[in-house]
């Protein structure tokens, strides 16, 4: 594995070291705060401790220290500081027209010898019908569900309401 070094200027650690003494913050940053005062091999720094050791006393794998070196080496401090978003995009499968043939069916007859739709039996008809490619059922409950919040904050499907 690459080794990554670390070195702190004197204000990077009075800031690192005020971070983890003072004021509330998300334990991660104050952890990685931590890990970075821990690993420093700059001037300022009076005794360098072993990532064994720093894992050991922070409760940590010695994998989160490797990757919050890297960070820090590769991209800075803040970087490490400030818990970056994920990058994945997830491409939606479904649109407001399937949605609305998947009300209309769950609100259709049931298939014969049953009481009312399951979201199996759902799921299955509208990959059946062609709306659409497949689908789960946690899929279906996740789009019948938003359907319910919609109706219950406009006041709607609700006979009994005043």
Request: glycine fraction near 8%.
């Amino acid at each position: 594995m690459k080794k990554y070094i670390v070195t702190l200027s004197k204000e990077e650690r009075d800031s690192l070291r005020d971070l983890t003494f003072k004021g509330t913050h998300k334990s991660q940053k104050i952890l990685n705060a931590q890990i970075l005062l821990g690993c420093d091999e700059g001037e300022y720094q009076m005794e360098r401790s072993t990532n064994e050791e720093i894992a050991r006393v922070l409760g940590t794998s010695m994998r989160k220290i490797d990757r919050v070196k890297k960070r820090f080496v590769m991209e800075g401090m803040e970087a490490v500081l400030i818990k970056k978003k994920g990058s994945r995009v997830y491409e939606k499968k479904t649109d407001g027209d399937f949605e609305a043939h998947l009300v209309a069916l769950s609100c259709s007859e049931p298939p014969e010898g049953f009481s009312r739709w399951s979201l199996r039996m759902l799921a299955d008809k509208v990959v059946e019908l062609g709306y659409i490619d497949s689908i789960s059922h946690e899929a279906v409950r996740g789009i019948l569900k938003k359907r319910n919040k919609t109706l219950a904050k406009k006041g709607l499907g609700n006979s009994t309401r005043a």
